[in-house]
């Protein structure tokens, strides 16, 4: 069940899909592309909220214009994947939830995240860059 109308959401989803991000809807899917995947993968908890439309977004498919980049790009969706985003945010712990978010795995071991408050009120290049020195050290 979700809290949006889904032809609400679908414009807001497909922004990352159609950029190549998997879309990522139950827990088993989760689980396959965090623990059970080699290299980096980037999740991107997406959200219905401004500032995923103006700066998450935006600013994390900036980020990939980068010579080092993730090998598998995933996104759920909160409040609508709600099973996919709880256990996407278990893997962020001890990072609280929050919506918009995204983390960074390696090998399964988060070791790059940023919270809802890193982009709120940032601009999507200060996302991008933030994002980009994360792959430069970890992709």
Known sequence: MSMYPLELVAPMAQDLT????TGLKTVDEVDQCIKEKEGTVLMVVNSVCGCAAAMARPGVKLSLQNESKPDH??????GVDMEATTRARDYMLPYPPSSPCIGLFKDGELVHMLERHHIE?????????NLRMAYDRYC
Do not use: C, K, P
């Open 18 to 21: 159609d950029y190549g991000f």
């Open 73 to 78: 790009l995933a996104t759920v969706f909160a």
């Open 121 to 129: 009120g940032r601009s999507a290049e200060a996302i991008a860059e």
